[in-house]
């Protein structure tokens, strides 16, 4: 029987334990820190738009991981920027009684951006790939909030780079059964690449300034991703393309979830590590690897990592810092929508 090992018990990893154990289905959730710790001694407080409650769940610091099998499936749902160190301290662990590792099973990444799975990919053989769409929050320990209703998330799986098989259909099945709208596809990089070019807007929540500016900017932003993906050979995938319907998938109101505050404000919030540099700086990457200049995002990445190398974020930082440092006079932009987004 499939066990799922949950590596990272933020806003993803903690829901997808407490929807596993409210459906049966074996898992065992793992982390290090407050939240973890908070998890083993008092439970998750887990906030749906249903309601409320603590859950008891199977979880474990990562300095007592539970003896692992050849039929268990790891979902990995640290942030970006911690996959590596993650990926190191699981990949050789001793898997039975043979010599085999870790790195024999096959590994999910739900990671943002598009530098997961070919991180995972020297270590582990077996990488499958997860698109997912959640409006979630974790900013207090022992708490996430999820808003997705009347399920909790929309996941697209595949492997990586490409391809489909039994394990992928299997874990589309359990999510499914989980609560979540989930299906597979034999070319996950369109997905994710296309969610990118959503996601490198969130660095824009860390910025405060007239509405008019922030849109324009976020606007440039995007463009600027399209711009690299295609130079890169990336074609994104279209909603339509969906083999499942979402079209009465939404985020509730009044479920906790607000505006303006996706997972990299989240992390600022806590004063945790930046995945900035995963979202927006993929796409400088790709851009100084395709010879396209990328001026906002290169003046989002660089002064988030200021802010993150701060320490603290206690105020948002200045639009207006952001334009002068891409370099481009508020002229060009004020030519832009006014409602653009």
């Excluded at 769940?57 to 920027?81: C, E, I, N, R």
């Amino acid at each position: 029987m499939t066990r799922y090992i949950i590596i990272g018990a933020g806003a993803v990893g903690a829901s997808l334990a407490a929807q596993f154990e409210l459906t049966g289905i074996d898992y065992a959730l793992v982390g290090r820190g407050a939240q973890i710790r908070h998890i083993i001694d008092h439970g998750l407080t887990y906030q749906r738009p249903s309601g409320t409650r603590q859950i008891r769940l199977k979880a474990f610091d990562t300095a007592d991981v539970p003896a692992l099998g050849p039929a268990d499936v790891l979902l990995l749902t640290v942030k970006t920027q911690d996959v590596a160190f993650a990926l190191d301290a699981w990949a050789w662990r001793p898997l039975g009684e043979r010599g085999e590792t870790v790195s024999q099973l096959p590994i999910v990444t739900f990671q943002n951006g598009l530098a997961a799975e070919a991180i995972a990919l020297r270590s582990f053989p077996n990488v499958y790939g997860a698109s997912i769409l959640t409006p979630a929050r974790y900013t207090e320990t022992g708490k996430v909030v999820v808003g997705g209703h009347p399920q909790v998330a929309v996941v697209t799986i595949g492997r990586y780079p490409h391809g489909t098989d039994a394990i992928a259909d299997r874990l589309a099945a359990d999510l499914s059964r989980a609560d979540y709208i989930a299906e597979t596809t034999s070319d996950i990089r369109r997905w994710k690449a296309a969610k990118l070019t959503h996601n490198v807007r969130n660095v824009i929540e860390l910025f405060q300034g007239p509405e008019t500016l922030r849109g324009a900017i976020s606007t440039e932003i995007v463009e600027e991703a399209k711009a690299v993906l295609a130079a890169a050979g990336y074609t994104l995938a279209s909603p339509a393309e969906r083999k499942v319907s979402i079209a009465d998938w939404r985020i509730a109101e009044n479920s906790g979830i607000e505006p303006g505050q996706q997972s990299t404000w989240q992390s600022f919030k806590r004063g945790a590590s930046s995945e900035v540099d995963y979202l927006n700086g993929e796409i400088v990457l790709l851009g100084r690897l395709n010879g396209i200049a990328t001026p906002y995002n290169q003046a989002a990445q660089e002064l988030a990592g200021r802010a993150a190398q701060a320490g603290s974020f206690s105020s948002p930082l200045s639009i207006e810092t952001l334009l002068a440092r891409a370099e481009l006079p508020s002229a060009t932009l004020t030519t832009l929508p006014s409602n653009a987004a």
